[in-house]
């Protein structure tokens, strides 16, 4: 069995398992503790796993599944590619990080992140301005925080990442149902829960 840990993210002192369609083949996730730490892993051949659509979606997928376990309260992600070649190279990243770590976890304590584009139509007739003004200030209301818009596309009218309190999830869906109802020359993307990947900022220098 190899000895390489892929980590998918950190939380707080757990000890679960699980089976998954996890990164580069990998069938079984689990957890590694460091003091009240846990990260959640899978063992991998090799500590550069290459990006594929496939393993950025097993990523993104073994998260949701952490998220939905009963003693996860909060995750902090990590980006995709992050492989340590053996438990001692990666309790070490956990103890040169852990106060930003328990920081992290505490300011995404029973959030979760969701995503929200609103793209529209080619013939549509509307203010951008004011859909984009009406439909942010509703789902403003209701998240912890958001992301900046980032307007790629000329017809891209919102396209934000919101930090929601599991506690206000279902009115978050009320109101994106909402939107969708009114505006019938808008598509809406509503996307997640994901792990906040746009809510927490932590940087791993350690060997790996």
Known sequence: MSSNRYVYGVVEKADFEFDADAVAGA???YTVDYRSLSAVVSDIDTT???RTDEDSKAHDEVLRQVLEHDDVGAVVPMQFGMAFKDNRTL???LRSAMRAFRKALR???GHVELGVKLVADEDADYSRDSIREDVGERLSALAESETEDDLFSDRLV???SYLVAMDDRE???DVVA???EEYDDLTVQYTGPWAPYNFVDIHIGAQR
């Open 27 to 29: 069938d079984r996730v």
């Open 48 to 50: 550069d796993p290459e």
């Open 91 to 93: 309790k070490s990243v």
């Open 107 to 109: 300011e995404v304590d």
């Open 158 to 160: 919102l396209n934000r």
């Open 171 to 173: 009115a978050f869906d």
């Open 178 to 180: 909402d939107v969708r």
